[in-house]
């Protein structure tokens, strides 16, 4: 099958890349997916038949003050992309992310719940998404939370690396969701691509994908320490403070409620939620071996 992988440096786009070596990886360099003119002359050569997007501008808190390249490359880059796969018959697979809600309450957040972002990122994150909608109609857009692995820049290498260096971690506790393996990311993405290329039917559309259980960043950063540890990756385990959000301001507003309700994509798609515990497993185990 024909896939294109647009941002495949990524933490996502890396999994993919790595789990279907047959793919067509596309890194920025490759492909700047807010350039509209790159796009269709990309997209003209290749001719895919499903397009994985996880190419995205990520720094939550610099696009606060960085809102025009933000946007180039979280709204402008979706919809050209979906634009081109438009023209040429080609399915878009999009992520996404729970920054598109404010946080607000204590329930899940459905496909379909009110979007009201804090920030520029889910602001940008979510125009992304309205502009696949408007132009394109076979499209699936993922969204998720917390995305962690072996690959990149993450809440778990930040918090080993910060363990090994510090008597104390000071981690919010009053912000809860759903850690998401990127390994599990790629795993989903695939399998819907695979289908797509068969035309094994599919229900377009927005979904939800995040790890379980629910934690709070406080007890993923605990249990990251503790395994850390058991793996040696750290020779002993520190304290973790609890802090509330308003004793760690940030440029941008984070949801307290980051928890995505993923029942739809049990029921419609058949994919279950992940438990983020192995996904940790595995990011540790690769993290070890590269030591060795």
């Given at each position: ?6 941002g495949?440096?990524g933490?996502?786009?890396f999994e993919?890349?790595?789990?279907a070596?047959g ?10 997916i807010?350039?509209a003119?790159?796009?269709?002359r990309?997209?003209?050569a290749l ?5 994985i ?8 808190d610099?696009?606060?003050s ?16 979906a634009?081109?796969c438009?023209r040429?018959?080609a399915?878009?697979?999009?992520l ?8 607000d309450?204590?329930?899940p ?5 009110a979007a009201?972002?804090?920030g520029?990122?889910g602001?940008?994150?979510l ?17 998720v939370?917390?995305?962690f692995?072996?690959?990149?820049v ?16 000071r981690?919010?506790s009053d912000?809860?969701?759903?850690p998401?393996y990127a390994g599990?990311?790629?795993d989903?993405?695939l399998?819907?691509a ?6 094994r039917?599919?229900q ?14 406080h007890a993923?950063?605990?249990t ?16 973790v403070i ?13 949801p307290?409620?980051s928890?995505?309700?993923?029942s739809v994509?049990l ?26």
């Amino acid at each position: 099958m024909s896939i294109v992988v647009c941002g495949a440096a990524g933490q996502v786009g890396f999994e993919v890349t790595r789990r279907a070596p047959g793919a067509i990886a596309l890194g920025r360099q490759e492909l700047d997916i807010s350039d509209a003119a790159a796009v269709d002359r990309v997209m003209d050569a290749l001719r895919p038949r499903v397009v994985i997007n996880a190419a995205a501008y990520t720094a939550v808190d610099k696009a606060e003050s960085d809102a025009d390249s933000a946007r180039r490359i979280n709204a402008d880059g979706p919809r050209y992309l979906a634009r081109a796969c438009a023209r040429h018959g080609a399915a878009l697979l999009h992520l996404s992310t729970d920054y598109v809600f404010n946080g607000d309450g204590g329930i899940p957040w459905m496909p379909d719940s009110a979007a009201a972002p804090l920030g520029v990122y889910g602001l940008t994150k979510l125009e992304g998404e309205q502009g696949i909608r408007e132009e394109l109609a076979q499209h699936m857009i993922l969204r998720v939370a917390w995305v962690f692995g072996p690959h990149g820049v993450n809440f778990v290498r930040t918090m080993v690396r910060a363990a090994g260096q510090r008597p104390e971690l000071r981690v919010v506790s009053d912000q809860i969701g759903g850690p998401t393996y990127a390994g599990d990311i790629a795993d989903t993405l695939l399998l819907l691509a695979g289908d797509i290329a068969v035309g094994r039917a599919r229900q377009w559309g927005t979904y939800h994908y995040c790890g379980a259980p629910t934690v709070s960043w406080h007890a993923f950063a605990k249990t990251i320490i503790e395994r850390a540890v058991r793996h040696g990756l750290l020779t002993k385990e520190i304290p973790v403070i609890p802090i509330s959000t308003a004793e760690y301001p940030t440029p941008a507003r984070r949801p307290h409620n980051s928890v995505l309700d993923c029942s739809v994509t049990l029921s419609v798609l058949g994919i279950a939620q992940p438990d983020w515990r192995v996904g940790l497993e595995e990011t540790l185990k690769i993290w070890k071996s590269e030591q060795s």
